[in-house]
């Protein structure tokens, strides 16, 4: 919290701080940073508000090593946020940079909102409607901007589930270059068919060209991706309904 903010705002600020501490499972560090003053409070107004923080565990299995999020111009209810309760009136547009380590996301993994998601990942292979269980997921960074995955799923369709063991790397897209496949090697089962790996790079197409993806009341997009030896570095643009200590995770619940 910085030191030269006005008296209302130090107030304002500790609150939030203090009410998204108790909402996160555990977190090393957690800053907000709410600019206002006592006549923008009546009117309903901020000028910003700037969220940072290390460490944080928003629910079992989900943590995210670091975030910056900074907002534009809100309008928030004021009586709420007298007692640090930053309750949007209208939609509000945002940036964050996050941070997350190459254990964050692979212990992601093995969270139930996760395997959720995964499972509502449906191909449609020449017809054949498929869907994944995840039985187990590894994501590992060898370097020079690459991502690799080794992963093993059960394959169901209504004709048949079967077990695929498969290991993936690629380069993810920039404003320069698509994303690039560079490698795809089965594991584990009978094999990979050309037309699954054409379906599945279909489906990672569309999702990549979407002009925003939408988790609850956020639609978001990322507009830049680092990719380190062990973390991934995420810039995000987002336009956010509310912000709550749920949310603060959504690059972790991509859909």
Do not use: Y
């Not at 977190?27 to 910003?48: F, M, N, P, R, W």
């Amino acid at each position: 919290m910085p030191d030269n903010q006005r008296l209302e705002e130090q107030f304002v600020s500790h609150e939030a701080e203090k009410r998204v501490s108790e909402k996160l499972d555990a977190s090393e560090q957690i800053d907000i940073d709410v600019q206002t003053d006592v006549l923008k409070i009546v009117q309903g107004q901020a000028e910003k508000v700037s969220i940072a923080g290390q460490g944080l565990v928003i629910q079992e299995n989900i943590r995210v090593q670091e975030i910056k999020l900074q907002t534009d111009h809100i309008a928030i209810n004021p009586l709420r946020a007298i007692f640090g309760q930053i309750e949007l009136n209208e939609p509000v547009n945002a940036v964050a940079r996050i941070v997350l380590t190459k254990t964050d996301i692979n212990l992601a993994f093995t969270s139930d909102i996760i395997r959720s998601l995964a499972e509502k990942f449906h191909l449609n292979v020449d017809g054949e409607i498929i869907s994944f269980e995840p039985r187990h997921i590894d994501i590992f960074l060898p370097g020079d901007g690459k991502i690799g995955c080794n992963a093993t799923v059960l394959l169901k369709s209504e004709e048949n589930t079967r077990l695929l063991g498969v290991r993936v790397t690629f380069r993810p897209r920039t404003n320069s270059q698509p994303i690039l496949l560079e490698s795809v090697t089965c594991t584990e089962g009978e094999g990979i068919s050309v037309e699954l790996i054409l379906a599945f790079m279909q489906k990672i197409k569309e999702l990549a060209n979407k002009p925003f993806l939408r988790w609850e009341d956020i639609a978001f997009r990322i507009i830049n991706m680092e990719v380190e030896q062990e973390s991934i570095i995420l810039m995000i643009e987002a336009n956010v309904k509310q912000i709550s200590a749920s949310q603060v995770e959504f690059v972790s619940q991509l859909q």
